[in-house]
Structures are given as C-alpha cells and as structure tokens.
C-alpha cells in the first residue's frame, strides 16, 4: 500500500531531524582556547559511532571521523557518515556523507560538502572564500548563492570539533560563527551543570550543554517547545556521549555506541 503524501512528508522530517541532531548542538564555541597550547583534543583516526532512536526506536546509525592525513595535508578533514536501518528505509532511505575541512590551526574552516545518496540525491559545496569573508554555496543541478562570513567562522562539522577545542564549566556561555553556505549566524549555548550518564558504552562523568535554538530553522524552529540536551565527556578530549531533543515530530535519542582512536586520557 503506498503512504499518503501528507505522512511521507512527516517521515522525511523525522529521519532528516535526527540526523542533524548531531551537528546542531555544536553550534556554539567559548570564547578562550583550550588550555593546551600546540595540542589538540583528538587527532587523525578517531571514530565515534552513535545509534540514533526515535520514540524508542532504533532508526538508524551516525559516524563521525578524523580523517589519516588531515592536519599534514594543510588542513583538518573531519567526516560524518549517516545511515538509516532497514525499519527506517521504509519511509525514508539516508545514505548521507558531509565533509568539514578546517585550517591547521583550527581558527576557522575553509571547505564544506555534502554528498547524499538515499532517496534524495543532491551533492553540495560550500567553499570558504576568506580573502573576500565570503562563502560561495553550490548546489550541483541546482541554485548558487555567495552569504557574508563572520570572523573565524565554522562549518556545521569542524564546528563540532572546535568546540572540543574549548574550555567548558558550569555556568559558561558558549558561542561561536557558523555558516552552511546559506546563512551565517552566531550561535549561543550554556552549559548547565555537571553530572553522569549511562550510554551503551559505559557510564561517564559529563556537562550537559543546552543550545538556543532560535537561529536552527527547519524542525527545530517549527517546534514551539523544542529542546535540544548534549552531553560532553568532562575530560580535555569533551566526547559527545549522548544527545536529547524533544521536537513537533517526536523525542530523539542519540547514544554513543563505541569510539576508537581517541587520544589518551590524561
């Protein structure tokens, strides 16, 4: 029997929402670097893995990886692979991959793409023109546009990864610049206290790190009540271990299911 319009459209918001749930909580960033100077709180070959559920059910799968060669070849290259289950690709099938490439000294980024492959198929570039703070967005079959950087500005991904860069505490404010190629906004979050969390791969002492929400769009903006909860490993390394939301189309689970490749803990 084939699905009415109306509730294929409410399946594709679901399966496209928890996928951005990862990335939207990163929009935000300290001020003050990570008190280890000439370090970095993960390097090439790291991998974590979480298992994404909705209403209780497992729908999918995302990855998030530091690329072998990223900071020798000139610039980081961070990667995020995303992937529904078979229960999820009844109603809406993702096979999606988005590339961050950030400068070696992680100040800001200079390369964005998206190549998606489920049952939309789309390929995106958004290129970080810093010599004019301009992002010039390509949308390959389809629009072009050029949006004004802001200063040190991120993509949705290598913004992740700036953030670990950062120093987090009970009661900071945390913001940072972030472009997709349409928009450039600054993001705000606070981190509200500390505390443990049981995941499937093991127990960890966290911060829980709200964002606002107000500049997300797209379901998060459609959702009167939307709330969005990250927690972070409360170590230098600062590990996203678990992510909640509650959203118009539903509550999403994000759990980090196994990491490898993480540098010591210290």
């Not at 995303?82 to 988005?98: E, G, H, M, P, S």
Request: proline share 4%.
């Amino acid at each position: 029997m084939r699905r009415s319009r109306p509730q294929g459209k409410i399946q594709k918001k679901i399966i496209t929402a928890w996928f951005f749930l990862l990335l939207a909580g990163t929009v935000c960033g300290s001020g003050a670097a990570w008190a280890g100077e000439g370090e970095f709180p993960f390097q090439a070959g790291e991998e974590l893995a979480f298992r994404v559920s909705w209403g209780g059910v497992s729908v999918g799968r995302a990855v998030l990886r530091v690329l072998e060669g990223g900071k020798g070849a000139g610039a980081w290259h961070f990667r995020m692979t995303v992937k529904t289950n078979k229960f999820a690709d009844l109603f809406y099938k993702v096979r999606d991959r988005i590339d961050g490439y950030a400068d070696p000294k992680m100040g800001r980024s200079l390369l964005y793409t998206k190549r998606q492959r489920g049952r939309r198929r789309r390929d995106v570039m958004v290129r970080f023109d810093w010599s004019e703070s301009r992002t010039r967005y390509i949308s390959f079959g389809g629009s072009k546009r050029v949006v004004p950087l802001r200063p040190g500005a991120f993509d949705p991904l290598s913004v992740f990864y700036a953030f670990r860069l950062r120093e987090v505490k009970e009661g900071a404010r945390l913001r940072a610049a972030v472009s997709d190629g349409k928009k450039c906004v600054e993001g705000n979050a606070r981190v509200i206290r500390r505390e443990r969390v049981a995941v499937p791969l093991g127990t960890f002492d966290t911060f829980l790190v709200v964002p606002d929400l107000s500049d997300l769009g797209g379901v998060f903006e459609k959702s009167r009540n939307a709330r969005l909860e990250i927690w972070v490993t409360a170590d230098r390394r600062k590990i996203p271990v678990q992510v909640r939301s509650k959203v118009v189309v539903g509550s999403f689970v994000a759990e980090l299911v196994s990491a490898r490749g993480l540098i010591p803990f210290r």
